[in-house]
């Protein structure tokens, strides 16, 4: 089985920051976040290669988000620095193994956290 589990999320004011965590119970996949407010469809955040050797951003975080990991290894980061209000959101983390192709696709990713609560207030 892959089990994937979020944590780190909270309360912050706008301009603060929040580090999200994802552990999975396995190393070498592909892996990303995304995120989902009521009513919206999910969204793409960053995803980071198993090697690490490759990060994708949204164009709404680049320059304040920071996706990481350690050589493959659990566990995998969310730094998000300079939060605004439209921020907030359930964070989810997923995971897919084979090619990374179409790594901004929620389609693409096969396993899925439960999500952590962010909320930026203003």
């Known amino acids: 089985q892959v089990q994937l589990v979020e944590s780190g999320g909270g309360l912050v004011q706008a301009g603060g920051s929040l580090r999200l965590s994802c552990a999975a119970s396995?190393?070498?996949?592909?892996m990303g976040w995304f995120r989902q407010a009521p009513g919206k469809e999910r969204e793409f955040v960053a995803a980071i290669s198993w090697s690490g050797g490759a990060t994708y951003y949204a164009d709404s975080v680049k320059g304040r988000f920071t996706i990481s990991r350690d050589n493959a290894k659990n566990p995998m980061y969310l730094q998000m620095n300079s939060l605004k209000p439209e921020d907030t959101a359930v964070y989810y983390c997923a995971a897919r193994d084979g090619s990374f192709s179409a790594p901004r696709s929620p389609a693409r990713y096969k396993y899925w956290g439960q999500g952590t609560q962010a909320t930026v207030s203003s």
């Open positions: 396995v190393s070498s996949y592909h």
